[in-house]
């Protein structure tokens, strides 16, 4: 089912409800009101309830160490490319992974993170032979008002990296990782292709391309997991105290894995 503008908005609304900053934040609201109440035996004890539950949330969400086994979970899923193989696809697709608006301070469109390493992926690959051909997929997934084409900012720094332009094709009317599949079936067919996006968001995007019976190899690319879950913890004492940047990783972890699950249940994967 194509998503009409407002379910696109219902969609993007409902998945905030994932967030970990969303539960901290409605636990913070309810522990507010109660000790804003007058005091009771009751409410007293679910004071304590609340307080202890927000604290443990936002420790173990917030842990270097958790949120890197999360993101090993899924970063783990399948195996680092094999750069020695001699395979020839007939396109290489790069996922967009988000684009920043210029603005009155921003001079320029700017991508994200994810979509910059994305595309230094698909770029070396070109260069490497892999295929004659880069495609790269995302249109404008902003709610309200016009935001960048991704797809088409992808290209531009592509383009700069020495891919020739006669080299790339667009799929820009994508807004998330369901459409990129549907679209890139359309354009490319049943084309082998060598699938380039996150590590952590390769389980998804296999399952939803895998579903349109397209011919695909994963590509993970932009790890953020430095060991496997289970492997030996080498790593830092300090990771261990919490850290706004490992918030930030455990949601973008929990995001998946949700998106995963919402996938399966609709029949999408």
Partial sequence: M??????FGVYKLVKIAVYPFTWLFVLLGFLTI?????????????IRILAVSTFLLFFLLGNPLVASTLMGFLESQYPPFDHSTTKKFDAIVVLAGG???QGSL???TELTDSSTARTLCGANLYAQ??????LFSGGDATIFG?????????????????????????EDRSRNTYEEAIETERILGDASILLVTSASHIPRALGLFHKQGMDVTPYPCGYTAKDRPGDLWDNDPFDLVPRAEALSKSTRAINEITGIIVYWLGGKI
């Fill in 2 to 7: 194509e998503l009409t503008p407002f379910l």
């Fill in 34 to 46: 109660l000790a804003a109440a007058p005091a009771s035996r009751r409410r007293l004890r679910w």
């Fill in 99 to 101: 684009a920043l608006s």
């Fill in 106 to 108: 921003r001079p320029s």
């Fill in 129 to 134: 032979g892999f295929a004659s051909q880069v």
């Fill in 146 to 170: 016009q935001g960048p084409i991704e797809a088409m900012e992808m290209k531009r720094l592509a383009v700069r990296l020495g891919v020739p332009e006669q080299a790339i094709v667009l």
